[in-house]
């Protein structure tokens, strides 16, 4: 396994995760007065884990709905904004990297993905702070999990959470979610999960995996 | 305008200096001393509007010149520095106590009360001697003490705001009657018959921003006493003792920029009771304001605080050790990187919990 970009075998880079709750942050959601005590990782966690298995470690965490928003009549917009907040919050936590999810929910919220991903263009050219994992998920953070057990047209999906309960997974075990990552890993990610293998290939590029199980162009 | 107040043994104020700008709010935990900082500026220029001195025997008007560690303001070139002291809020205390009880129902006055009954309060001792400049009175140091003569402070209770009020003598000035806003239907009878178009204003923003409301009136109840009425677009007439309170609010500050001018107007949370969107109306009311009274404020409101400039904003902070500390909230560590992506509101109540204001003061994250 190749180390980590821009680090020594000996330097382990902390990680910065924010999301929408518990699935995707695990046990760090919520206040850090009302954490667990156990290190159940969310999925986040849980993929970069398939990406590169050691080197790094998650050192603070943040829910996207703690990143203060006080304007009013901005609902649906403002991710971009936020991405920059959660990127210096990563920073104030002196992380290396910051890795983020963010639900699409919707063509209704389309914004949300060029926003996001013209917030991390900005933060790529700044070249200052925290590299950065992230993106939206399309539609949902489950519709990764679909496509990870190698289902064609998951962002198609309108629920997704009923392909995952055929399996036994509920939307709110978190448990069931990282297992489901580990049981399938990253291999089977169909080419139309776009928004999932961009996601994968910004983790590849910032942790450095030699990835060799990377799914082959079909 | 004030540029800088310094505050010393003043209530929590153990020496407290603060940049001030024509508009400015104080931000921090309860209990910091925010709103002492108001009183204190207050005091500052009832001092200077009805301040007292005592020489040879007979009461002389508020006197700038003043020993060097007490002094009253520092002149230097375009800027005004003002200072309280607690060696003179002793008295000053007792002035204003006196003020207040005289005052109500006559605020604005034209002509000053007579202060003959007053005098007794006063004794020689208690009153701040002159310094070596005594008598060097010139045209620019009326003009300051002019400038100074006068502060208008409103923390609004709508049952204040409700209460039906008598009205004010065209020969008076236009003010609310007390800091809580008792006054409110008198303000708008006197609006009304200026004539001037202030009260057709008003009423344009009432309906602006309440659509239910079709009119403003201010109905006599008895042969001095008047209430403001809201006729709504179905007739109803709702009488000020049940309107809501953020219409009230609004209101109350709709009126703040049509009365007489102040020197300085001291707003205490000027979000109480309003719609989260609409602060922002009312702080265009107050900027507005800004441009000919300067305009300082107490808020914990991250929207008011939205609407500000970073040079606008002081965090208070208060502890054993030093009392209370006033701080621009720009000169806070990585301030800069901060205001890129947070709005001003978002970034103070981001490092800042009200408890613990650590990360916004000393760095570092929340």
């Keep these: 396994m190749t180390e980590a970009k821009g680090t020594s075998a000996s330097q382990v880079l902390r990680v910065f995760i924010a999301g929408e709750g518990r699935n995707e942050l695990g046990r760090r959601s919520g206040s850090p007065a009302y954490q667990g005590e156990r290190s159940d990782p969310g999925v986040i966690e849980a993929l970069l884990r398939k990406v590169r298995p050691t080197g790094w470690e998650v050192s603070a965490a943040v829910d996207w709905k703690e990143l203060r928003k006080f304007k009013a009549r901005t609902g649906g917009r403002g991710d971009g904004a936020n991405v920059a907040k959660a990127h210096l919050r990563a920073r104030e936590h002196g992380c290396d990297v910051i890795a983020f999810v963010r639900d699409r929910d919707g063509v209704r919220f389309e914004p949300r993905e060029s926003d996001i991903e013209a917030a991390i263009a900005e933060l790529a050219s700044a070249g200052a702070g925290p590299r950065v994992i992230g993106g939206v998920a399309i539609e949902k953070l489950e519709s990764w999990l679909v496509a990870l057990a190698g289902v064609s047209r998951s962002e198609a999906l309108r629920r997704p959470e009923e392909h995952l309960a055929k399996q036994g997974i509920d939307g709110k075990d978190t448990a069931a979610m990282v297992a489901h990552v580990d049981e399938h890993g990253i291999h089977a990610v169909p080419e139309d999960a776009a928004s999932l293998r961009r996601w994968l290939d910004r983790a590849r590029a910032v942790l450095g995996a030699d990835d060799v199980t990377s799914p082959p162009a079909p | ?366």
């Design chain 2, 1 to 366: 305008m004030i540029h800088s107040f310094r505050a010393r043994h003043y209530g929590c104020l153990v020496d407290v200096d603060a940049a001030l700008t024509p508009i400015h709010a104080f931000v921090g935990p309860n209990d910091s001393g925010k709103s002492t900082l108001l009183n204190g500026l207050r005091t500052l220029v009832q001092l200077a509007g009805d301040g007292f001195s005592f020489d040879g025997g007979k009461w002389a008007p508020f006197e700038p010149f003043l020993p060097a560690d007490h002094p009253s303001y520092e002149h230097s070139g375009t800027e005004l520095g003002c200072a309280v002291d607690g060696a003179w809020y002793t008295y000053v205390s007792e002035l204003r106590h006196a003020v207040e009880q005289i005052g109500v129902g006559k605020l604005g006055a034209s002509e000053p009360e007579p202060r003959s009954e007053l005098r007794s309060v006063f004794e020689p001792s208690n009153v701040v001697p002159r310094g070596p400049n005594h008598g060097q009175w010139d045209e620019r140091l009326y003009a300051l003490r002019e400038h100074l003569a006068a502060a208008r402070l409103v923390r609004f209770d709508p049952d204040a705001l409700r209460k039906p009020s008598g009205l004010i003598p065209e020969t008076e000035r236009v003010g609310f009657f007390d800091d809580r806003g008792y006054g409110l239907a008198g303000v708008f009878f006197a609006l009304r018959n200026r004539d001037d178009g202030a009260f057709a204003t008003v009423v344009e923003g009432v309906r602006r921003h309440f659509p239910t409301i079709r009119n403003l009136r201010v109905k006599a109840v008895t042969s001095s006493e008047v209430v403001l009425v809201a006729e709504l677009a179905d007739g109803t007439q709702v009488e000020a003792k049940r309107m809501s309170e953020g219409l009230l609010y609004y209101l109350a500050f709709a009126a703040l920029q049509h009365l007489d001018p102040v020197s300085l107007l001291l707003v205490e949370e000027p979000e109480n009771g309003l719609h989260p969107a609409r602060i922002a109306e009312v702080m265009a009311i107050l900027r507005e304001v800004s441009k000919t009274t300067q305009v300082l404020m107490a808020t914990h409101s991250p929207l008011v605080i939205n609407e500000l400039l970073p040079e606008e904003v002081s965090v208070v902070t208060r502890t054993p050790a030093k009392g209370t500390q006033v701080r621009r909230i720009h000169e806070t560590p990585d301030f800069e990187a901060r205001a890129k992506v947070y709005a001003l509101g978002e970034l103070w109540l981001a490092y800042a919990n009200g408890t613990d204001e650590a990360p916004l003061l000393e760095g570092g994250p929340p």
